[in-house]
Nanobody, 121 residues
Framework: VQLQASGGGLVQAGGSLRLTCTAS????????MGWFRQAPGKEREFVAA??????FYSDPVQGRFTISRDNAKNTVYLQMNNLKPEDTAVYYC?????????????????WGQGTQVTVSS
């Protein structure tokens, strides 16, 4: 399984970006997918996740970010609106493992390479 994340870039505070993560394999629809981020000097933190029953968000991004997926395209998206400088980080997509728990990075078994998001003030 390979995950390819893209869509990062430099944006001013208040702006928007949409991240895309495309997965290889034929069983994409069977798995939960998540987005995490890691800022310099900080631990990787949960951002959002989606499975067959719902969507999950961390408190810092609730109301500003939206996760969605297109199973026909093996793709998961992260729409990020009203971006803030504290959103600056490398963003990673990941596939949920069988013992998946939305916010626990240890419950994801495959990870993309990351895409840099930089928000200027």
């Amino acid at each position: 399984v390979q995950l390819q994340a893209s869509g990062g870039g430099l944006v001013q505070a208040g702006g928007s970006l949409r991240l895309t993560c495309t997965a290889s394999g034929r069983t994409f629809r069977n798995y939960a997918m998540g987005w995490f981020r890691q800022a310099p000097g900080k631990e990787r933190e949960f951002v959002a996740a989606i499975n067959w029953s719902g969507k999950f968000y961390s408190d810092p991004v609730q109301g500003r970010f939206t996760i969605s997926r297109d199973n026909a395209k093996n793709t998961v998206y992260l729409q990020m609106n009203n971006l803030k400088p504290e959103d600056t980080a490398v963003y990673y997509c990941a596939r949920g493992a069988s013992s998946w728990s939305a916010s626990n990075p240890k419950s994801y078994d495959y990870w993309g390479q990351g895409t840099q998001v930089t928000v200027s003030s």
